[in-house]
């Protein structure tokens, strides 16, 4: 049974830090892509950041230089560093995962929502000005 479970999750001021991480177990194989998405109250679920399994990464605009993706293959875990949080980054943050075959190599980062099999219970993060 897939799973994916996030923590790291807190409240914080403005400027501050916190880095989520992703524990995936279950999977058969150990090449999937991964992806950060998070839902703000109201609002729609939107992606931060990806990585395919050729290690390319890809990050929306809002976080640009302020939040990074990356992976520890030995422990199937993956982490979004978040520097210099804001109060626009308060949100519900969703880890999820799409295992790679020979039909779908995810050789690319995945932004899209849909794209993903695989998602975590999510982590809230707020940030207070």
């Known amino acids: 049974q897939v799973q994916l479970v996030e923590s790291g999750g807190g409240s914080v001021q403005s400027g501050g830090s916190l880095r989520l991480s992703c524990a995936a177990s279950?999977?058969?194989?150990?090449?999937?892509?991964m992806g950060w998405f998070r839902q703000a109250p109201g609002k729609e679920r939107e992606g931060v950041a990806a990585?395919?399994?050729?290690?390319?990464?890809w990050s929306a605009n809002f976080v640009k230089g302020r939040f990074a993706i990356s992976k520890d293959n030995a422990k199937n875990t993956w982490y979004l560093q978040m520097d210099n949080l804001q109060p626009e980054d308060t949100a519900m943050y969703y880890c999820?995962?799409?295992?790679?075959?020979?039909?779908?190599?995810?050789?690319?980062?995945?932004?899209?929502?849909?794209?993903?099999?695989?998602w975590g219970q999510g982590t809230q993060v707020t940030v207070s000005s």
């Open positions: 279950g999977y058969a194989g150990s090449r999937y892509c």
């Open positions: 990585m395919g399994t050729g290690g390319g990464t």
């Open positions: 999820a995962a799409r295992p790679a075959s020979s039909q779908f190599a995810c050789v690319v980062p995945l932004a899209r929502a849909n794209a993903y099999t695989d």
